[in-house]
């Protein structure tokens, strides 16, 4: 069974920087692309990143490039998002997600419906 784990959420002021790690147990880690989301209370759910299984192909939203770079470490089946420069607007609950068919970022990445397996999520809070 995989599992998906987020951590280090938290709260952190305006032009702060968190980093967010996402373990996933259970599976062929090493073989999945990779996705980062976010959700704001009474919004639609955001892609923030894809990272392919080789992190040859690294895609972002538009709202978070130049700020934020996703990472992996196959070796330990673990994905990284450094968010940097953080804005009020970043506040969401971020998921993580694994893309179990495939091995790449598919240009509709940023709906989120090619993931088959999904964290909980963990909660980014930025103060203005």
């Known amino acids: 069974q995989v599992q998906v784990v987020e951590s280090g959420g938290g709260l952190v002021q305006t032009g702060g920087s968190l980093r967010l790690s996402c373990t996933v147990s259970?599976?062929?880690?090493?073989?999945?692309?990779m996705g980062w989301f976010r959700q704001a209370p009474g919004k639609e759910r955001e892609g923030v990143s894809c990272?392919?299984?080789?992190?040859?192909?690294?895609l972002y939203a538009d709202s978070v490039k130049g700020r934020f770079t996703v990472s992996r470490d196959n070796a330990k089946n673990t994905l990284y998002l450094q968010m940097n420069s953080l804005k009020p607007e970043d506040t969401a609950t971020y998921y993580c997600?694994?893309?179990?068919?495939?091995?790449?970022?598919?240009?509709?990445w940023g709906a989120g419906t090619d993931f088959d397996y999904w964290g909980q999520g963990t909660q980014v809070t930025v103060s203005s």
């Open positions: 997600a694994a893309d179990a068919s495939r091995g790449y970022c598919l240009g509709t």
């Open positions: 259970g599976s062929s880690f090493a073989n999945y692309a």
């Open positions: 990272i392919s299984r080789s992190t040859y192909t690294k």
